[in-house]
Nanobody
Framework: QVQLVESGGGLVQAGGSLRLSCAVP???????VGWYRRAPGKQRELVAE???????KYSDSVKDRFTISRDRAENTVYLQMNSLKTEDTAVYYC???????????WGQGTQVTVSS
């Protein structure tokens, strides 16, 4: 198991933007890498993912606001979050999968807090 490292969280006002970064070893780019989040009192959910071909998927709650991308040269997967809402407040994590379940160990994540 590999633990990916997230960064870039912070406090932002509603309507604002943040970009999260996930350090991904180059050999894991053949996997699907996803961004997940856990809001207070809720289960962890998948919000966006990018597969080995570069194809992306988003949850309905973030579609058209969030963009996942990757930079192989920087060994990084990004999550650009625009038009943030208070309900986006959560700890954000990244992980990787080959089939249905995440394979890596969960790290500490990065806190995103959106104020009204």
């Amino acid at each position: 198991q590999v633990q990916l490292v997230e960064s870039g969280g912070g406090l932002v006002q509603a309507g604002g933007s943040l970009r999260l970064s996930c350090a991904v070893p180059v050999y894991l780019f053949r996997y699907t890498v996803g961004w997940y989040r856990r809001a207070p009192g809720k289960q962890r959910e998948l919000v966006a993912e990018i597969d080995a071909t570069g194809s992306t998927k988003y949850s309905d709650s973030v579609k058209d606001r969030f963009t996942i991308s990757r930079d192989r040269a920087e060994n990084t997967v990004y999550l650009q979050m625009n038009s943030l809402k208070t309900e986006d407040t959560a700890v954000y994590y990244c992980n990787y999968r080959l089939k249905s379940l995440p394979l890596g160990s969960w790290g500490q994540g990065t806190q995103v807090t959106v104020s009204s």
